[in-house]
Every structure is written in C-alpha cells, then in structure tokens.
Nanobody
Framework: QVQLVESGGGLVQPGGSLRLSCAASGSVFRVYGVGWYRQAPGKQRELVAALTSGGSTTYADSVKDRVTISRDNAKNTVYLQMNSLEPEDTAVYYC?????????WGQGTQVTVSS
C-alpha cells in the first residue's frame, strides 16, 4: 500500500512557476513508477508527466518544454517543476504511483494560473 500526499499548489500569475511535491509512504517507493496528472473543470483527467523506476520520462506535448518531473527516493518524494505557466494549466494536479497492477492516487492539489 502507498499513500500519496500532494502539496505546493496555489495561485500564480501567467508566466510564473510552481513546484509541486508528492510525499509517499507505506511501501518500497523506489520501485514504483510515478506520475502527475491533472483535471480541469469539465475535462477528463490527463497525464502531465511520468517517471519510471528506471528513470525514463514521458511528458504531455502541451507541457513538454515547461515542466520537469523528478524524484528523491531517499525522501520518498516526487516533484513537478512547472515554468512559464499559462491559464490553460489551471487544474487539480494529482500524484500517481504504480507497480504492476497496483495503482495509487493522491487527493490532488489545486493550481490556478490567473492574473
């Protein structure tokens, strides 16, 4: 079992930056893949970025040049650094962790990009 708790969301102006954090507990976290998803009002949840236990990354085309996913296994924490934020990035951001058929989600953190 893995528990995930996100933090770092908030209100930011267009062009600004945020770093989201996801603290994991409850299992051998380093063997899990991790990812960030987001869900805007009225839209489906979508992948933002993913990072396998082996270090391979995947990014959505809409954020590819603006975000970086990373992890600190010693701290059991996943990060999402987001730069050059746009109003279209406004959403609830969810941390995800997976290993085989096991799939875990955090409760989400709101990111609002507005002037």
């Amino acid at each position: 079992q893995v528990q995930l708790v996100e933090s770092g969301g908030g209100l930011v102006q267009p062009g600004g930056s945020l770093r989201l954090s996801c603290a994991a507990s409850g299992s051998v976290f380093r063997v899990y893949g991790v990812g960030w998803y987001r869900q805007a009002p009225g839209k489906q949840r979508e992948l933002v970025a993913a990072l396998t236990s082996g270090g391979s990354t995947t990014y959505a085309d809409s954020v590819k040049d603006r975000v970086t996913i990373s992890r600190d296994n010693a701290k059991n924490t996943v990060y999402l650094q987001m730069n050059s934020l746009e109003p279209e990035d406004t959403a609830v951001y969810y941390c995800n962790s997976w290993l085989g058929s096991r799939n875990y989600w955090g409760q989400g953190t709101q990111v609002t990009v507005s002037s």
